[in-house]
Structure formats: structure tokens, C-alpha cells
């Protein structure tokens, strides 16, 4: 399958987006205040946003929506989307609502300290609906929908399994990428994307074997419903795997072009 066609995939990407603030410089002092003399600044859009950017440097024209709050960064992460790439972006705008920011101080390239600003409050019921009517609306012509869920609160109170059925409704695969909880809150997605520590804390199974690790797996595949497991994807992988499943690859054949060490348990698998 040539890379044309990857490109011709129709992906739906939603969840929890922030901004990702990271201060560079060289540590200088010593003792109880050490000072870090800032050299530069990087802002970039994380959480869902990750998966989006690895899908426009695929050039996968994907659409986008999440919610932020009516602050300085939601409006910041409005600017680097418009910015980076050609995605149909939605951003809704919940008044009240603190858009995350997760501020990164490095020596350097060695990490110092990590800020965290955010909500993880559930969405307002007219910004839930708003989310829900786009979903459904542009899940009609997409053939993948990503929905990536960082603990912000936008996934919560079952939207994520109402995407997962307008999905499903519409005949689009569903990857699942998620960050803690529950994932029966995901039941019937076509993958989720989980490591090791995820699946132990699922199942409550050992995972320190390839064996066991496929045993687990397993076990949260038939009590979910999901069709598979991805163990051990990072958004670049997630954002190849499901540009490759809208192409028409098989989930199979989507992991082996992703490479990078991610690897597939299916349904039924022995």
C-alpha cells in the first residue's frame, strides 16, 4: 500500500488537548534555590493534539475537536492548530473551564520539574451536547475516530461510549487511547492502546511475561468487547495505526507499519 493512499484516510480525532509549555536553560547556583537561566521557550498542543500533529505529518487531513476554556491558552492552542496543520478543527469553548497547561523546566535536555495546570471537571451539559451533535455529524464521513482521553474531562460521563457508538452506527474503526480509568468506559472499540502497567491494573493479572502480558490482554479483550489490544503505542504510533486501518489495512498489517515496538493482540489470538 503506497503512502498516497495512507494519506487518503479520513480520521476523527477528539479528546482532552493542552498546552505543552517547556522552559529551557542551563542550572546555575546551588543550595536551596537553584536558578535556571532561561535560554528559549517551546509551546506545542499535547494530549490529543500529539495524535493530530503526527497525523499531519503523515498528511492525513484529519478533524479535530476538543474543549477548552475562554483563557490565554485555549486561545494559544486555537492559534497552533490553525497554525500546523490543515485539520477541520473544532474547538468548543466552555466558559469557567481552566484549559490545561503542563509546564516543563529542563537543564538543558535533563527535566528539572513539571507544572500542572487543569481541570478535570466533566463537561457542562450544552458543551457535552455541542461535542456529541459534532461527533455524530462528522463521524458520517470519516472512517477512523481516535478518541484520546487524558483525564481532562472531556471524555467523561459516558461520551466516550457515545462516540464509540455513533461510531460504530456510521461504520468507522474506533482506536481507543487512554490515560487510567476504567476501560469498560470504552467497550466495543476496535483497539485500545494500553502498556503493561495498564493492563496489570485492569485485570489484576501478572504481565512480566510475553505470555502473560497476551493472557491479560485477552482477558480485558473478551470483558470489554474490544477487538484488540495495542501494547506499547505512542502517538506516533497511534496516529500511523489508525491512518493505516482508514486506508484499509488490516489492524495487523496497521501495527507492522507502525513499528516501533508496538505489538497486537486480537480477539481469539492464541
Do not use: W
Not at 56 to 83: M, P, Q, Y
Not at 182 to 187: G, N, V, W
Not at 221 to 234: K, P, Q, T, W, Y
Request: positive net charge; glycine residues 12%; hydrophobic residues 50%.
Amino acid at each position: 500500500m503506497s503512502l498516497d493512499q495512507v494519506r487518503a484516510a479520513r480520521v476523527l480525532c477528539i479528546g482532552d488537548v493542552m498546552l505543552e509549555h517547556a522552559v529551557i536553560g542551563t542550572l546555575a547556583g546551588a543550595g536551596k534555590e537553584p536558578v535556571l537561566r532561561v535560554e528559549r521557550e517551546s509551546r506545542r498542543v499535547g494530549g490529543a493534539g500529539a495524535v493530530l500533529r503526527h497525523l499531519a505529518t503523515l498528511g492525513v487531513a484529519a478533524a479535530f475537536v476538543s474543549v477548552v476554556g475562554n483563557d490565554a491558552a485555549g486561545r494559544e492552542i486555537e492559534r497552533l492548530l490553525a497554525a500546523a496543520s490543515d485539520a477541520e478543527t473544532h474547538l468548543l469553548v466552555q466558559p469557567g473551564r481552566t484549559t490545561a497547561v503542563k509546564t516543563r523546566f529542563l537543564d538543558r535536555e535533563r527535566p528539572l520539574l513539571r507544572a500542572d495546570r487543569d481541570s478535570a471537571a466533566p463537561l457542562g451539559p450544552y458543551t457535552r451536547e455541542d461535542l456529541l451533535r459534532l461527533a455524530r455529524e462528522l463521524v458520517t464521513s470519516r472512517n477512523v475516530v481516535v478518541i484520546s482521553d487524558h483525564a481532562g474531562g472531556v471524555l467523561t460521563e459516558g461520551v466516550a461510549l457515545e462516540i464509540i457508538r455513533a461510531a460504530q452506527e456510521a461504520g468507522a474503526r474506533v482506536v481507543v487511547d487512554p490515560e487510567g480509568g476504567d476501560p469498560i468506559r470504552y467497550r466495543g472499540a476496535d483497539l485500545l492502546v494500553a502498556g503493561r502497567r495498564e493492563l496489570g491494573a485492569a485485570t489484576g493479572l501478572p504481565v512480566g511475561s510475553r505470555a502473560a502480558l497476551g493472557l491479560a490482554a485477552q482477558t480485558l479483550i473478551n470483558r470489554c468487547s474490544f477487538g484488540g489490544i495495542l501494547v506499547g503505542a505512542g502517538p506516533a504510533a497511534v496516529a500511523v495505526v489508525a491512518a493505516a486501518l482508514g486506508a484499509g489495512m488490516t489492524p495487523q498489517q496497521a501495527v507492522r507499519l507502525a513499528g516501533g515496538g508496538a505489538s497486537l493482540v486480537t480477539a481469539g489470538a492464541a
